[in-house]
C-alpha cells in the first residue's frame, strides 16, 4: 500500500509561481513511475508531468517550459516547480503513483491562478 500525500497549492496571480510537494509513505525508487495530474471543472483529469524511475521527465506540451518535476529521494518527495502561472492552469492537482502495476493517488491540492 502507498499513501500520497500533496501539498503547496494556493491563489497566485498569473505570472507568479507555486512549488507543490507529493510525500509517499514508501521509498520512491521502489515506484515505477511517478506523475503528476491535474483536473480543471468540467474537464477530464490530464497529465500534467512523469518522471520515470530512472529520472527522465516527460511533460505535457502546455507546460513544458514552465513547469519542472524532479524527486528527493531523501525524503520520499517528489516536487513540481510551476512557473509563469496561467489562469488556464487553475484545477485540481493530484499525485500519482505505480508500484507493482497498481496506480495509487494522493487526494489533491487545489491551484487557483487569478488573472
Known amino acids: 500500500q502507498v499513501q500520497l500525500v500533496e501539498s503547496g497549492g494556493g491563489l497566485v496571480q498569473a505570472g507568479g509561481s507555486l512549488r507543490l510537494s507529493c510525500a509517499a509513505s514508501v521509498n520512491i525508487f521502489s515506484l515505477t513511475t511517478m506523475a503528476w495530474y491535474r483536473q480543471a471543472p468540467g474537464k477530464q483529469r490530464e497529465l500534467v508531468a512523469a518522471i520515470t524511475y530512472g529520472g527522465d521527465p516527460n511533460y505535457a506540451g502546455s507546460v513544458k517550459g514552465r513547469f519542472a518535476i524532479s524527486r528527493d529521494s531523501a525524503k520520499n518527495t517528489m516536487y513540481l516547480q510551476m512557473n509563469s502561472l496561467k489562469p488556464d492552469d487553475t484545477a485540481v492537482y493530484y499525485c500519482?503513483?505505480?508500484?507493482?502495476?497498481?496506480?495509487?493517488w494522493g487526494q489533491g491540492t487545489q491551484v487557483t491562478v487569478s488573472s
Open positions: 500519482k503513483a505505480r508500484s507493482y502495476g497498481k496506480d495509487y
